[in-house]
T-cell receptor, first 112, second 115 residues
């Protein structure tokens, strides 16, 4: 079954600290993996996208990694800010189909 | 900048009412999608459309229908709203039909409550 699992479900960190969010998937065939950020009451916004041959991609303080062999991805946030408080959603595209498999998301709260 | 707008941010309806959710995109995208988002679950695809007057069922189409009369507009219809359709509804659009890296751009969502 094609699934995307994220951990932890929720996370609280202090402003300025780093954190890492995890995504494990069992989607096959794999096309690409994307991380979205969803602010409360808003739609998701794409942060990074990685294909099979890419193992790291950065967007400012956000760095995503992909290990296609173990089917794992992580999103590392450096020097967190209050504005990083949001849900982060891992999404895998099924190869050969215009179909996305969504994780349930990790809810991050950054406290001052 | 891609802009996807949804007709309402919040909506309260009664059981049995017919509900229309409207979505408009301004980037001439071929593809449009309707999802619902519930706590603890990932986004689930209700319907999508690759072109005007085209529609395809997603993973959870039961109780919903859609309409795409114009390229920029995609409507989700709840024929007879039920309490289990209380949810956040997200519309998205993307270009490059069939491309594997095309980004889906999401609207702000409509939080629907069915009493």
């Amino acid at each position: 079954k094609n699934q995307v699992e994220q951990s932890p479900q929720s996370l609280i960190i202090l402003e300025g600290k780093n954190c890492t969010l995890q995504c494990n998937y069992t989607v096959s065939p794999f096309s690409n993996l994307r991380w979205y950020k969803q602010d409360t009451g808003r739609g998701p916004v794409s942060l990074t996208i990685m294909t099979f041959s890419e193992n790291t991609k950065s967007n400012g303080r956000y760095t995503a990694t992909l290990d296609a062999d173990t089917k794992q991805s992580s999103l590392h946030i450096t020097a967190s800010q209050l504005s990083d408080s949001a849900s982060y959603i891992c999404v895998v595209r099924l190869g050969g189909y215009n179909k996305l498999i969504f994780g349930a998301g990790t809810r991050l709260a950054v406290h001052p | 900048d891609v802009k996807v707008t949804q007709s309402s941010r919040y909506l309260v309806k009664r059981t049995g009412e017919k509900v229309f959710l409207e979505c408009v995109q301004d980037m001439d995208h071929e593809n449009m999608f309707w999802y619902r988002q519930d706590p603890g679950l990932g986004l689930r695809l209700i319907y999508f459309s690759y072109d005007v007057k085209m529609k395809e069922k997603g993973d959870i189409p039961e109780g919903y229908s859609v309409s795409r009369e114009k390229k920029e507009r995609f409507s989700l219809i709840l024929e007879s709203a039920s309490t289990n359709q209380t949810s956040m509804y997200l519309c998205a659009s993307s270009g490059t039909s069939g491309g594997s890296t095309d980004t889906q751009y999401f609207g702000p969502g409509t939080r629907l409550t069915v009493l």
